[in-house]
């Protein structure tokens, strides 16, 4: 059974970068697509972006000039770096899986809230 | 600002049958993109529901349904449940936002 495990600081001040990455067990990530998506407290999903295990990506135009997703296949993690955050990047980050052959996104991590404060 | 609308919330009793819309638009639905449903229950990750179009995953109930025509997709419950009370998103790609993907607005689907 394939699972996710995001990790990183829960507390980022303004104007620093967030780092999160996902790790995945049970599973590889090689021939896959790896996402990451957000959901600020008490509102909906945020598609944030994926990477291929060739370290092709995609991002969402409104997030794109401060992100940047990677992977390290070696390690079996995947990670997220979003730059000069504000209050306005509160929320739950969440990696998952991303097949070709779907684009859905079938497994999830629990999800991990973040909190931009000084 | 999400590019696929939903209906921000519907209700039914126990063994009705309930229906969300997803609308979206010539660059996303319209376009060909597929779309998912995710199921989210309070404080959990969303859980995948419906993959391209009307495919159920393994282990989700045939209770649960999906369609697309045109610009809009539906998801369909029928015999409702308890435990279906929960939060809806539909999600798909927009060739107008360089292929990214993008999430519906979300439906709170309330069992009386």
């Not at chain 1, 999160?20 to 600020?40: E, F």
Request: aromatic fraction near 10%.
């Amino acid at each position: 059974q394939v699972q996710l495990q995001e990790s990183g600081p829960g507390l980022v001040k303004p104007s620093e970068t967030l780092s999160l990455t996902c790790t995945v067990s049970g599973g590889s990530i090689r021939n896959y697509y790896w996402s990451w998506i957000r959901q600020p407290p008490g509102k909906g999903l945020e598609w944030i972006g994926y990477i291929f295990d060739s370290g092709s990506t995609n991002y969402n135009p409104s997030l794109k000039s401060r992100v940047t997703i990677s992977v390290e296949t070696s390690k079996n993690q995947f990670s997220l770096k979003l730059s000069s955050v504000s209050a306005a990047d509160t929320a739950v980050y969440y990696c998952a899986r991303t097949p070709y052959s779907t684009s859905s996104h079938d497994y999830w991590g629990q999800g991990t809230l973040v909190t931009v404060s000084s | 600002q999400s590019v696929l609308t939903q209906p921000p919330s519907v209700s039914g009793a126990p063994g009705q049958r309930v229906t969300i819309s997803c609308t979206g638009s010539s660059s996303n639905i319209g376009a060909g993109y597929d779309v998912n449903w995710y199921q989210q229950l309070p404080g959990t990750a969303p859980k995948l529901l419906i993959y391209g179009n009307s495919n159920r995953p393994s282990g989700v109930p045939d209770r649960f349904s999906g369609s697309k025509s045109g610009t809009s997709a539906s998801l369909a419950i029928t015999g409702l449940q308890a435990e279906d009370e929960a939060d809806y998103y539909c999600q798909s790609y927009d060739s107008s936002l360089s292929g990214s993907g993008v999430f519906g607005t979300g439906t709170k689907v309330t069992v009386l």
